[in-house]
């Protein structure tokens, strides 16, 4: 990027609500490039210097930039935090952020903020194209990992989780609280929004890594990894075990109350549909079995991957061989809402234990674990209720520990054959559509 004369009007002025954020820490070689390119496009560009220790200060002095300086380097989080609070206070309603490294083109910022215009409430994030020459191997691998366990934990599909090329809808993040101070304050911050009900757009960008030899970066692989990893596991753990209720940031579309019995019925039973992943538009008519074929069809070729679905009827094939008889599609529903997997398939494998198989699984069940357990299989010949009882008492635990080896082999075998199944279903899916688009006959043409 070159350095080229600021334009007085340029296209996102004061007035709109936007503004530009750039955190910065020693990267005074290429900081004054994007600060001068992101004010061709944006009014106002708030610098956070977080305690440089180069002359990035005499740079900045020269650009026009609104800057905010730490004492100390405090770390991303923190300086994106302050940025965001001095944009409130200049009265401003939305943030863009973009890295000081010059990784990412600012004049795509006017992509973003567009995309912001659309969906004020919702954090808009430049998914950036790693295809492209120079691009780390590791920064590849990190981005794939970090995708996959924030889906999990909030079950929306982020394209580029590390990307700090963001809109902030300022509201929003100044009322959250984030235990991130660095590099992981960017992936927190998206789950906590999700958990408020902001939606997270994704808009493809352009990214431009330098060759190894000129490449400034202040991400430690030890301990930068270390704190992603524990950011995760308490993102998932603590969301999949103690769901507890999350700071709402978005009021639900659709109030629990809407004036009337008959209209709060209507709403809680297009909650149910939405919760159990059916579209509005699946035609459910006919008898049971018409109506099953059409829901087997929607959750085979519309909805989710084969991984996803294998993964949904893995968990309830499992819970379906569990002794909690009765509760098993409870238990399914649960954990398919926990992990945002398909609940209806999750729910429908739990009747692998259905009518007589309940018995026998039951019975396999019992007999595994008296078998690990070194336990005698027959009832003692005594009307001791001591020893009755200990019997009863030996025989669930024996049940409970062959439920787990019967569940997770159930799990294994009805997962993959979900996803092999699956997939040759599309595949047959694509060839038969295939084939009927090469075996269509012409439009007949004009005779000359």
Same mark, same amino acid.
């Given at each position: 990027?070159?350095?080229?004369?600021?334009?007085?009007?340029?296209?996102?002025?004061?007035?709109?609500?936007?503004?530009?954020?750039?955190?910065?820490?020693?990267?005074?070689? =290429?900081?004054?490039?994007?600060?001068?390119?992101?004010?061709?496009?944006?009014?106002?560009?708030?610098?956070?210097?977080?305690?440089?220790?180069?002359?990035?200060?005499?740079?900045?002095?020269?650009?026009?930039?609104?800057?905010?300086?730490?004492? /100390?380097?405090?770390?991303?989080?923190?300086?994106?935090?302050?940025?965001?609070?001095?944009?409130?206070?200049?009265?401003?309603?939305?943030?863009?952020?973009?890295?000081?490294?010059?990784?990412?083109?600012?004049?795509?910022?006017?992509?973003?903020?567009?995309?912001?215009?659309?969906?004020?409430?919702?954090? %808009?994030?430049?998914?950036?194209?790693?295809?492209?020459?120079?691009?780390?191997? /590791?920064?590849?691998?990190?981005?794939?990992?970090?995708?996959? @366990? $924030?889906?999990?934990? =909030?079950?929306?599909?982020?394209?580029?989780?590390?990307?700090?090329?963001?809109?902030?809808?300022?509201?929003?993040?100044?009322? $959250?609280?984030?235990?991130?101070?660095?590099?992981?304050?960017?992936?927190?911050?998206?789950?906590?929004?999700? @958990?408020?009900?902001?939606?997270?757009?994704?808009?493809?960008?352009?990214?431009?890594?330098?060759?190894?030899?000129?490449?400034?970066?202040?991400?430690?692989?030890? @301990?930068?990894?270390?704190? !992603?990893?524990? $950011?995760?596991?308490?993102?998932?753990?603590?969301?999949?075990?103690?769901?507890?209720?999350?700071?709402? #940031? %978005?009021?639900?579309?659709?109030?629990?109350?809407?004036?009337?019995?008959?209209? =709060?019925?209507?709403?809680?039973?297009?909650?149910?549909?939405?919760?159990?992943?059916?579209?509005?538009?699946?035609?459910?008519?006919?008898?049971?079995?018409?109506?099953?074929?059409?829901?087997?069809?929607?959750?085979?070729?519309?909805?989710?991957?084969?991984?996803? $679905?294998?993964?949904?009827?893995?968990?309830?094939?499992?819970?379906?061989?569990?002794?909690?008889?009765?509760?098993?599609?409870?238990?399914?529903?649960?954990?398919?809402?926990?992990?945002?997997?398909?609940?209806?398939?999750?729910?429908?494998?739990?009747?692998?234990? !259905?009518?007589?198989?309940?018995?026998?699984?039951?019975?396999?069940?019992? @007999? #595994?674990?008296?078998?690990?357990?070194?336990?005698?299989?027959?009832?003692?010949?005594?009307?001791?209720?001591?020893?009755?009882?200990?019997?009863?008492?030996?025989?669930?635990?024996?049940?409970?520990?062959?439920?787990?080896?019967?569940? #997770?082999?159930?799990?294994?075998?009805?997962?993959?054959?979900?996803?092999?199944?699956?997939?040759?279903? /599309?595949?047959?899916?694509?060839?038969?559509?295939?084939?009927?688009?090469?075996?269509?006959?012409?439009?007949?043409?004009?005779?000359?």
């Amino acid at each position: 990027m070159t350095s080229q004369a600021v334009p007085e009007n340029p296209p996102i002025d004061a007035a709109s609500g936007y503004c530009v954020v750039v955190p910065t820490y020693n990267n005074a070689g =290429t900081v004054a490039a994007v600060v001068r390119g992101a004010m061709r496009v944006c009014q106002t560009v708030i610098v956070v210097d977080d305690g440089c220790t180069d002359n990035t200060a005499e740079v900045l002095a020269q650009t026009g930039a609104v800057v905010v300086r730490h004492n /100390r380097n405090r770390g991303k989080g923190v300086a994106l935090r302050t940025g965001f609070r001095k944009a409130a206070e200049l009265g401003y309603t939305h943030a863009v952020t973009i890295d000081s490294d010059g990784q990412h083109f600012p004049e795509e910022i006017e992509k973003l903020v567009a995309a912001s215009r659309q969906s004020p409430d919702a954090v %808009v994030i430049g998914a950036r194209d790693m295809s492209g020459e120079h691009v780390p191997g /590791r920064s590849t691998f990190g981005r794939m990992f970090s995708n996959f @366990w $924030l889906k999990v934990a =909030t079950g929306v599909d982020v394209g580029d989780t590390q990307s700090g090329f963001r809109v902030y809808p300022l509201r929003h993040v100044n009322r $959250l609280f984030c235990w991130g101070r660095r590099f992981t304050y960017e992936c927190e911050v998206i789950i906590r929004m999700a @958990w408020g009900g902001c939606p997270v757009i994704n808009v493809p960008v352009r990214v431009y890594y330098p060759p190894k030899g000129e490449r400034v970066s202040h991400f430690h692989p030890f @301990w930068d990894n270390v704190r !992603f990893t524990c $950011l995760y596991l308490y993102a998932n753990f603590s969301h999949l075990l103690v769901p507890l209720p999350h700071k709402r #940031l %978005v009021r639900r579309a659709e109030p629990l109350w809407q004036g009337s019995p008959g209209k =709060t019925i209507a709403g809680l039973w297009r909650r149910a549909r939405r919760l159990a992943a059916l579209p509005d538009d699946l035609k459910m008519e006919g008898g049971p079995i018409r109506r099953a074929r059409a829901l087997v069809r929607y959750l085979v070729h519309e909805k989710n991957t084969p991984g996803e $679905l294998g993964l949904a009827v893995g968990i309830g094939a499992f819970w379906g061989c569990s002794p909690w008889i009765g509760f098993h599609w409870m238990l399914a529903l649960y954990s398919a809402t926990r992990v945002h997997l398909n609940r209806i398939a999750c729910v429908a494998a739990t009747n692998v234990s !259905f009518g007589p198989l309940t018995g026998a699984i039951t019975v396999a069940n019992i @007999w #595994l674990g008296k078998l690990l357990l070194g336990q005698p299989l027959l009832l003692p010949r005594t009307t001791n209720w001591q020893v009755l009882g200990r019997f009863a008492w030996q025989s669930f635990g024996a049940w409970l520990l062959g439920s787990v080896i019967v569940g #997770l082999a159930a799990a294994f075998a009805f997962g993959l054959g979900t996803l092999y199944g699956v997939r040759a279903l /599309r595949r047959r899916r694509v060839t038969n559509v295939a084939a009927q688009t090469v075996e269509a006959p012409a439009a007949p043409g004009k005779v000359g």
